[in-house]
């Protein structure tokens, strides 16, 4: 679908250097690296925006290396919406399709069947300022896929949103996906994201691309520390998941049984943050689902934090602050008692 | 009721100095002048003709400066290149030498043997005392007035509207038309306004390279000249009320007009 070969740009604080990407069709492929990465300037070389200063970019086998971006067909939402703030939401959404000549009646019906898609019918003659961001990115997504592009390229969509707003859009990003057939090619600094949505991820460093690989490859074996760091992923567990009652999945790891507010069943992969996982000596009465006892398998003093390792039938990482690790008196081989929430657990 | 604090009854102080600086002349202008000599003025055929040779030529030397400003202005918002700072500079020049070395700098290059003058007179077209010689020293002293103001509106769209538009298959060309213009257009009417009230109240170049046709400000300078301050009062008066009223209608005209910020 997508093949770029050997893409260098030099451009003020920004660097790539010799990006090279394959992207299937139809394919989720996202993009993660931290802010100052060369994401975004990665994203507007594909869309033409920018040229390289080397390198070749062909969507289709076709080369667009030097194609102006209204000739490639290649859609394009940033984190900010940048909606039009002189048109209401259907003359943003119409924009790409009033380009085309087309007929006024045929617009109409297009921009309404993607609003009705979208759920923001009831908005047609709102201003976008007037829209909250939800509203506004959906607004976004809507116009760029009014012209049902081969490639869409979302820059941080999600990261000006609200947990709510962004959870509910990563499952019609999911579906718009799936539904229109479009490769997508997603931007972002936030791993939660990635492993929600995507079929591959690359991790872009300084401007050179360190990984590429499914979110399991990445999460199980980075390749590098600073993969391992980005990923921040400490407590990755397999198992099989099957229905748990009461709204929750539980997972059986061979060892033990872990709850999931997170629906799925089959092989899965768990992860659980350690800032999400509290400790005692004694047992406590907690909300929380997921409770195990065992002993302190291992001890890393991390300078502001302590890293333990406590082995509850399988290893999970916890982290105290150096005041807590004293207060608890702790050592190796002393049992302690490990809780976390089902909504903590992560599937993948 | 909001306490008032001693910093601001100090600044509020302080500050009512300069607003009163300004109002107590024009007002007292307004007031001492004398109703019947405006109206006789207001049937001068010669001082009605003053008016409109300033109103009409200010008007022209804004639309060329609109017309070849918003382009630079639009350069200079999305290119960063060498010597950028000096075409900056340039275009404020006319703003920090006095207007009668404008004059003259204008008179040396506009008379029909000058390097400019010279081919437009091949064309029949003279500067010296001539109507196109007040529209130029109004276009020199004005024009950065639009091209800056254009520049800031130009500045405020976010480039990467543009670039949205262009993934949805706008040109650039149709892209500055359908989205960076009409997101500057306050700026731009804005500047226009600046421009055309500040050609309006051009003198000093004007007086040096074409007195005639009289514009107001030097009608007003020829009538101070000749001892009748009253006839020189009376015609500022009416110039005054002119461009207050026009600044006071396009105010009213764009006021919420094209803002489109969203908080």
Not at chain 2, 12 to 29: D, E, T
């Amino acid at each position: 679908m997508i093949r770029i070969e050997d893409l260098s740009r030099d451009w003020k604080e920004f660097k790539l250097t010799h990006i090279n990407l394959e992207v299937e069709a139809g394919e989720y492929f996202v993009i993660l690296g931290p802010s100052g990465s060369g994401k975004t300037m990665l994203l507007e070389l594909i869309a033409g925006i920018w040229y390289p200063d080397t390198g070749k970019i062909y969507i289709n086998d076709k080369e667009v290396t030097l194609l102006p971006p209204e000739q490639r067909g290649v859609g394009f939402v940033y984190q900010n919406y940048m909606l039009f703030p002189h048109k209401n939401v259907f003359e943003n959404i119409s924009f790409g399709l009033s380009l085309r000549k087309r007929d006024k009646e045929e617009i109409k019906n297009e921009v309404s069947g993607m609003m009705d898609l979208f759920g923001i019918s009831h908005l047609a003659n709102r201003m976008p300022r007037t829209l909250s961001g939800g509203e506004q990115q959906r607004t976004a997504l809507a116009r760029a896929l009014i012209i049902y592009p081969k490639l869409l390229l979302m820059d941080e969509p999600l990261s000006a949103l609200d947990r709510i707003t962004r959870e509910e859009l990563i499952v019609e990003m999911k579906g718009i996906n799936k539904k229109f057939n479009t490769t997508i090619i997603h931007v972002t600094h936030n791993f939660d994201e990635a492993l929600a949505l995507a079929d591959r991820i690359a991790i872009l460093r300084h401007g050179e691309i360190s990984q590429v690989g499914d979110s399991t490859e990445i999460f199980r074996h980075p390749k590098d520390k600073f993969v391992a760091d980005f990923v921040g992923v400490e407590n990755i567990i397999a198992g099989i998941a099957s229905e748990g009652g009461g709204q929750l999945t539980v997972v059986d790891t061979g060892n033990i049984l872990i709850y999931s507010a997170e629906q799925k069943v089959g092989k899965v992969n768990i992860t659980v943050r350690p800032e999400d996982i509290t400790l005692s000596m004694e047992k406590v009465s907690t909300s929380a689902r997921n409770v195990f006892k065992g002993p302190v398998k291992e001890i890393i003093d991390q300078g502001a934090l302590i890293k333990l390792t406590i082995d509850v039938g399988e290893p999970l990482v916890v982290f105290l602050t150096r005041q807590s690790f004293l207060d608890m008196e702790l050592n190796i081989g002393k049992n302690v008692w490990a809780y976390f929430k089902a909504t903590a657990v992560h599937l993948f | 009721m909001r306490k008032l604090d001693h910093t601001t009854i100090f600044f509020v102080f302080m500050g009512s100095f300069l607003v009163l600086f300004i109002l107590i002349p024009i007002a007292n202008l307004m007031v001492s002048s004398n109703l019947n000599s405006i109206i006789s003025n207001l049937q001068n055929s010669a001082v009605i003709g003053a008016i409109w040779v300033s109103v009409y030529s200010a008007l022209i030397a804004t639309i060329l400066a609109v017309i070849f400003g918003v382009p630079l202005a639009y350069i200079l918002a999305r290119h960063d290149f060498a010597f950028k700072g000096f075409i900056e500079s340039i275009i404020d020049v006319p703003i920090v030498i006095p207007h009668t070395v404008s004059g003259i700098a204008l008179l040396l290059v506009f008379t029909s043997s000058g390097i400019l003058g010279g081919p437009f007179s091949n064309l029949g077209i003279t500067f010296v005392n001539a109507l196109p010689g007040v529209i130029i020293c109004m276009l020199f002293v004005s024009s950065s007035f639009v091209v800056n103001s254009a520049r800031e509106g130009f500045e405020n769209v976010d480039p990467r509207m543009e670039k949205v538009a262009r993934t949805l298959g706008s040109g650039s060309m149709r892209t500055f038309f359908v989205i960076s213009l009409p997101l500057s257009l306050r700026s731009i009417v804005v500047g226009s306004i600046m421009c055309w009230a500040r050609a309006i109240s051009e003198f000093g170049s004007i007086v040096i390279l074409a007195y005639y046709p009289l514009t107001a400000p030097t009608l007003i300078y020829q009538q101070f000249e000749n001892f009748s301050l009253s006839g020189a009062t009376s015609i500022s008066v009416i110039l005054i009320s002119l461009c207050l009223a026009v600044f006071v209608v396009v105010r009213l005209l764009i006021r919420g007009w094209g803002v489109y910020d969203t908080d």
